[in-house]
C-alpha cells in the first residue's frame, strides 16, 4: 500500500522568511510519481510538481525548490523569502507507475504573516 | 471552458437521504476519480475508473457507489448519507499514465455536503 505523511500540520512564518515543507512517503514500487499540490483559501487544487522516481535531480522554479532523496523517502518542499500569496494547504502525493491510485498526505498548512 | 465540473457545489441532505454528486470532464481523460476532504485528513481518495466501464476501491470507498457512466462522466452515490460522509467532495481526471507528462490531475472545484 502506499502512503504520504506530512508530518506538520501548520506551520507560521513571517514574510520573507524560508520555509521547507516536508513529505515522506512508503511504497513498494520500484518506479513512481511524486507531486505536490497547492489549495489556496480559495479552495481549488493546482499542480506545483511532479518527480519520477528515476529522477532524484533537485529542482528549483523561482521562489520554490525541491529536495527529493530516495534514500530517506522523502520529497520536501521548500519556499524562499515566502510571500503572504504563499499561504494555503500544500499537499504532498504519490502515484505509482503502472497504477492509476494516487494518494495525497494530510497537507500541511502555511500562513505567512506580513 | 475545457476542465472538470463538479454538480452540486453545496448540498445540505439528512441523515438516511440519498444523493448522487455529478462530474464531467471534457479533455478526454482516461482516468477519473473520487476524493473527500477533511481537516486534518488531507485528500482521501474513495473510488477511480482507470477507464470506461472500470472502477476499484480507494482508501474510504465505504458507504459510497460510482458508476462510469461513459468516458466523461463519473457520478459518486451516497445511498443512505450519514453524517460521518459530511465533507468536501473532489472530483478529478488524468490522462493515460503512459503518455509522458500526462499524469498529473486535474481538479473540479469542489462540491460541499453537510449531512445533518
Known amino acids: 500500500a502506499q502512503k504520504v505523511t506530512q508530518a506538520q500540520t501548520e506551520i507560521s512564518v513571517v514574510e520573507k522568511e524560508d520555509v521547507t515543507l516536508d513529505c515522506v512517503y512508503e511504497t513498494r514500487d520500484t518506479t513512481y510519481y511524486l507531486f505536490w499540490y497547492k489549495q489556496p483559501p480559495s479552495g481549488e487544487l493546482v499542480f506545483l510538481i511532479r518527480?519520477?522516481?528515476?529522477?532524484?535531480q533537485n529542482e528549483i522554479s523561482g521562489r520554490y525548490s525541491w529536495n527529493f532523496q530516495k534514500s530517506t523517502s522523502s520529497f520536501n518542499f521548500t519556499i524562499t523569502a515566502s510571500q503572504v500569496v504563499d499561504s494555503a494547504v500544500y499537499f504532498c502525493a504519490l502515484q505509482a507507475y503502472n497504477n492509476n491510485d494516487m494518494r495525497f498526505g494530510a497537507g500541511t498548512r502555511l500562513t505567512v504573516k506580513p | 471552458n475545457a476542465g472538470v465540473t463538479q454538480t452540486p457545489k453545496f448540498q445540505v441532505l439528512k441523515t438516511g437521504q440519498s444523493m448522487t454528486l455529478q462530474c464531467a470532464q471534457d479533455?478526454?481523460?482516461?482516468?477519473m476519480y473520487w476524493y473527500r476532504q477533511d481537516p486534518g485528513m488531507g485528500l482521501r481518495l474513495i473510488y477511480y475508473?482507470?477507464?470506461?466501464?472500470?472502477?476499484d476501491k480507494g482508501e474510504v470507498p465505504n458507504g459510497y457507489n460510482v458508476s462510469r457512466l461513459n468516458k466523461r462522466e463519473f457520478s459518486l452515490r451516497l445511498e443512505s448519507a450519514a453524517p460521518s460522509q459530511t465533507s468536501v467532495y473532489f472530483c478529478?481526471?488524468?490522462?493515460?499514465?503512459?503518455?509522458?507528462?500526462?499524469?498529473?490531475?486535474?481538479f473540479g472545484a469542489g462540491s460541499r455536503l453537510t449531512v445533518l
Open positions: 475508473s482507470a477507464s470506461e466501464g472500470t472502477t
Open positions: 518527480r519520477n522516481s528515476f529522477d532524484e
Open positions: 478529478a481526471s488524468l490522462r493515460d499514465m503512459r503518455q509522458s507528462g500526462a499524469n498529473v490531475l486535474t
Open positions: 479533455m478526454n481523460h482516461n482516468s
